[in-house]
C-alpha cells in the first residue's frame, strides 16, 4: 500500500526567508501525480502544487516549488520569500495513475514568524 | 479550479441524530469524494460518490452510518447517521475530471465543521 511520510509535524520560519517542507512515500508504481496542499485556519484545502512522476523538471508556481527525486522518493516543498499569509498546515499527497484515492501524509504546520 | 460550496459550513448536533451535508459545484465533474478529517490528524477518504449508482466505500466506512447520494454531475450528499461524539470531524468534498480539466487534481470544497455533543 502506498504511503506518505511528513516527518515535520511544525515548523517556523521568519518573513521573507525561504524554508523546506519535506515528504517521502513509498509505493510500486512508476506513474503517479504528487500534490502539496494548504489548510489555512479557515480548513479550505488548497492546491499549492502538483508533479507528474513522469516529469524530470520540479514543478514551479511563484515562490512555491518542490525538489522531486523519484528514485529517492522525495517530494519536498520550498517555499521562497515567505509571507505571513503562508501560515497553514501544509500535506503532501499522493496518487496512483488510474486510481483516484489521494493518500495524504500527516501534514506539517507551518509558522511564520513576523 | 471548479468553484465548489458546502453546507452547512459547520453544525452542532446531538448525540443518535443525523446531518446531511450538501457539495455542489458550478460545472459538471467526472468524480466526487467525501473525506474526514478528523481533530488534529490527517484526511482520510471516505467513499466515491458515483452519479446514478451505489457510492464505492473505503475500508473502515460504511453505507449504513455514511450514506452517499449522487443524483448528477454536479451535486451530492453526505449524511452522517446516528451521530456519536467521535464523529466530530471536519468533512471535506473534492471534485475532480471537471470538463476540460485534468483529472488527475481533486479540487475541494471549504468542509463542514461537525460537532457532535
Known amino acids: 500500500a502506498q504511503t506518505v511520510t511528513q516527518s515535520q509535524p511544525e515548523m517556523s520560519v521568519q518573513e521573507a526567508e525561504t524554508v523546506t517542507l519535506s515528504c517521502t512515500y513509498d509505493?510500486?508504481?512508476?506513474?503517479?501525480?504528487l500534490f502539496w496542499y494548504k489548510q489555512p485556519p479557515s480548513r479550505q484545502m488548497i492546491l499549492v502544487i502538483r508533479?507528474?512522476?513522469?516529469?524530470?523538471q520540479n514543478a514551479t508556481e511563484n515562490r512555491f516549488s518542490v525538489n522531486f527525486q523519484k528514485a529517492a522518493k522525495s517530494f519536498s516543498l520550498k517555499i521562497s520569500d515567505s509571507q505571513l499569509g503562508d501560515a497553514a498546515m501544509y500535506f503532501c499527497?499522493?496518487?496512483?495513475?488510474?486510481?483516484?484515492?489521494?493518500?495524504f501524509g500527516q501534514g506539517t504546520r507551518l509558522t511564520i514568524n513576523p | 479550479s471548479a468553484v465548489i460550496s458546502q453546507k452547512p459550513s459547520r453544525d452542532i448536533c446531538q448525540r443518535g441524530t443525523s446531518l446531511t451535508i450538501q457539495c455542489q459545484v458550478d460545472s459538471q465533474v467526472t468524480m466526487m469524494f467525501w473525506y474526514r478529517q478528523q481533530p488534529g490528524q490527517s484526511l482520510t477518504l471516505i467513499a466515491t460518490a458515483n452519479q446514478g449508482s451505489e457510492a464505492t466505500y473505503e475500508s473502515g466506512f460504511v453505507i449504513d452510518k455514511f450514506p452517499i447520494s449522487r443524483p448528477n454531475l454536479t451535486f451530492s450528499t453526505l449524511t452522517v447517521s446516528n451521530m456519536s461524539p467521535e464523529d466530530s470531524s471536519i468533512y471535506l468534498c473534492?471534485?475532480?475530471?471537471?470538463?476540460?480539466?485534468?483529472?488527475?487534481?481533486?479540487?475541494f470544497g471549504p468542509g463542514t465543521r461537525l460537532t457532535v455533543l
Open positions: 473534492s471534485v475532480g475530471g471537471r470538463s476540460g480539466y485534468r483529472t488527475d487534481t481533486q479540487y
Open positions: 509505493t510500486s508504481e512508476s506513474d503517479y501525480y
Open positions: 508533479q507528474e512522476a513522469y516529469k524530470q
Open positions: 499527497a499522493y496518487l496512483f495513475q488510474g486510481a483516484q484515492k489521494l493518500v
